[in-house]
């Protein structure tokens, strides 16, 4: 950051006062402006015992395998950014909503929070980030071409846990 966003003066980076780490600082107006993780909210899409997956049309991991995960908007609440991304990302709508896991990416500066979903029917098609959608089996998942750890990680849970049919909530980081 180099200027103020309040007043279009330049700003410093420094500690100020009452805090324990640097932020910019205008030098002008005395504005601290914050820098915070961003929020990545997603869904593993269910039908039936298939998982919606999305291959991606965007870098990062251009051409790999995801479940549908995008930045939570201003003014929208988890659930409905997780619906939202689903729909932007495989055209598919879901519902049933359960928060499954969240995980920490401090070296990326990203928090995700996954959940699990019901897809409320088979209307489904790439969306502008993906270069296509398709359902997968548990047994057919392509872990070599998944795109991230930390969506690697959720579907090694789920997995596991639909075995089961016992849902915990997860909370853990993972290397990015």
Not at 95 to 121: C, E, G, H, S, T
Not at 141 to 146: A, H, Q, S, T, V
Not at 169 to 175: E, N, Q
Request: glycine share 6%; hydrophobic share 35%.
């Amino acid at each position: 950051m180099n200027y103020c966003s309040k007043c279009a003066s330049p700003v410093t980076s420094c500690v100020p006062h009452g805090d324990d780490r640097p932020r910019f600082v205008c030098k002008t107006c005395r504005t601290v402006h914050y820098e915070n993780p961003n929020i990545v909210v997603g869904c593993i899409p269910v039908w039936e015992e298939s998982i919606l997956f999305c291959r991606r049309a965007i870098e990062p991991r251009y051409g790999k395998w995801t479940i549908p995960a995008g930045f939570l908007e201003n003014g929208e609440t988890v659930t409905e950014g997780a619906k939202r991304e689903t729909f932007e990302e495989a055209c598919a709508k879901v519902d049933n909503l359960k928060p499954y896991a969240l995980y920490d990416l401090p070296i990326v500066n990203q928090v995700y929070l996954l959940f699990r979903a019901r897809m409320v029917d088979l209307d489904f098609s790439a969306g502008e980030e993906s270069l296509e959608v398709r359902l997968f089996k548990k047994k057919e998942i392509p872990w070599d071409e998944l795109a991230f750890q930390v969506i690697r990680e959720a579907l090694m849970h789920y997995v596991k846990d639909s075995s089961s049919g016992e849902f915990p909530f997860y909370i853990g980081d993972t290397p990015e």
